[in-house]
């Protein structure tokens, strides 16, 4: 439910405007003064604030409001006094007001402006969720892409193989390529054959063991038997995966 501030130095209006706004399904929360709202606005919370005080005061108050520390500040509506409306006797840019009213509008325009104002402000804050987001991806992004640049690909690439996942040379050269900034398919072939080395290296000097390896070794040390249910014929993942271009040729089918 949107909080509404209803700032009016006349009590009858401010009673009669509250009750209208309680009435339309919104929060509010009345004052007499502009500082007693500007002040409540700091440590709350606010959607709206309608300002309904003498000119200069009002226009004041707004920019208090809008100097608020939060991301967004509340959005005002400043409820102009009729006389000064007619005349069009405010400065031309001389307010900072999300929207001007003249005092004498009646119920169903104060609601519709209310009602636009609401809408802006849950835009308002959409857009800053969604910037917040975006900078918490573009961090974490980061944060992986110097996680790679110090793990380098040939290691990264062996996680994933230590994990039990059978990657294709593509991974190798993907992760390359992230390093480099270039799509795989840009690496030249020596690159490509020096990072099959060197994965080809790190894998014997420290095989992969499968499951049923682990299994039978458990078992010969008196650990966790054998289980009848596993496949002793599981490839060893000795040697390197199939080719980029059979990984390619399947993926088509």
Known sequence: MALILNVDSDASVRSATKVLLETAGFAVEEFAKGADAVEFATHNRVDVVILHLPLSEGARVCRQLKD???????????????EDWRARSWPVGGFIADALLPEDAGEAALLETVRSMVRLRSAQLEARDALGEADALRQELRRSQDDLEKLGPVEAFMKVKRAGFRPSLNLLYALAGAIENCHWADLPTEQKASLVAAAGSAEAANPIKTRWQKQVERSERGGEPKRETDDPGEPAGDGFLESPDAVEDDSQH
């Open 68 to 82: 608020q520390p939060h991301p967004f500040a509340p959005v005002t509506v400043l409820r102009i006094p009729a």
